[in-house]
């Protein structure tokens, strides 16, 4: 008996099956030639990956171009990939490295823009404008301090809380031990609560939290 679902409707199908496979499914198939693979992946890591560059310092036209850039390196990787470890340790490595090079050919470091949106200015103004505005000097104020770090504490930092890799994961991505892993986040952690003691509420009750 022959498919009479029109084309349309077998290509919604088949783009909702896709959806529906683990990421190391996608890119291997992607590399063995199946379509519609890696249109999924980077409409699942797209905007991941853009936050991730973003979080490195660069503005968003930046930011944009460099994630494209990514996801055509990982494209043409596609003949070489091998499902050893997971698919976003693979990402978030390539991203990384296409961010330093960036920013080693940068002439200087690219202002921290604090992000966001404008503040509300209606009727209900008052404390909670104050309380945005709060939240928004925060903000910039951890991005700023984060952006001072060694680039090793700097990574694990941002791929520990930015990204939710695991210090497994992490130690991956950098090329380093679970243990060295964990220790630059402690590092980090530790720098960072004691440049913002006393600048961010958050940053002195962390302490005593953990």
Do not use: W
Not at 99 to 110: F, I
Not at 177 to 186: F, M, Q, T
């Amino acid at each position: 008996m022959s498919d009479c679902t029109p084309p349309r409707l077998r290509l919604v199908a088949a783009g909702e099956s896709l959806r529906g496979l683990a990421d190391e499914e996608l890119m291997t198939r992607h590399r063995d030639g199946h379509p519609g693979c890696f249109d999924v992946l980077v409409e699942r890591y797209r905007a991941k990956i853009f936050g991730f560059l973003m979080r490195m310092g660069f503005q968003a036209a930046q930011a944009e171009e460099l994630a494209a850039d990514v996801f055509l390196k990982i494209h043409r990787a596609a003949p070489r990939y091998e499902p050893t470890a997971k698919f976003t340790t693979f990402l978030y490595t390539v991203a990384r490295r296409r961010g330093l090079n960036a920013r080693d050919r940068m002439s200087h470091r690219m202002e921290i823009a604090a992000g966001g949106h404008e503040l509300d200015s209606g009727p209900s103004g008052g404390v909670d404008a104050e309380r945005q505005l709060a939240a928004k000097r925060s903000v910039a104020l951890l991005q700023t301090e984060l952006a001072r770090l060694p680039e090793e504490h700097q990574a694990a930092f941002v791929l520990y809380y930015g990204e939710g890799l695991s210090c497994a994961d992490i130690a991956t991505t950098l090329s380093i031990s679970p243990a060295e892993a964990k220790g630059r986040l402690a590092y980090a952690r530790k720098l960072l609560r004691q440049r913002l003691a006393g600048r961010v509420p958050e940053a002195t009750s962390s302490e005593s939290s953990t």
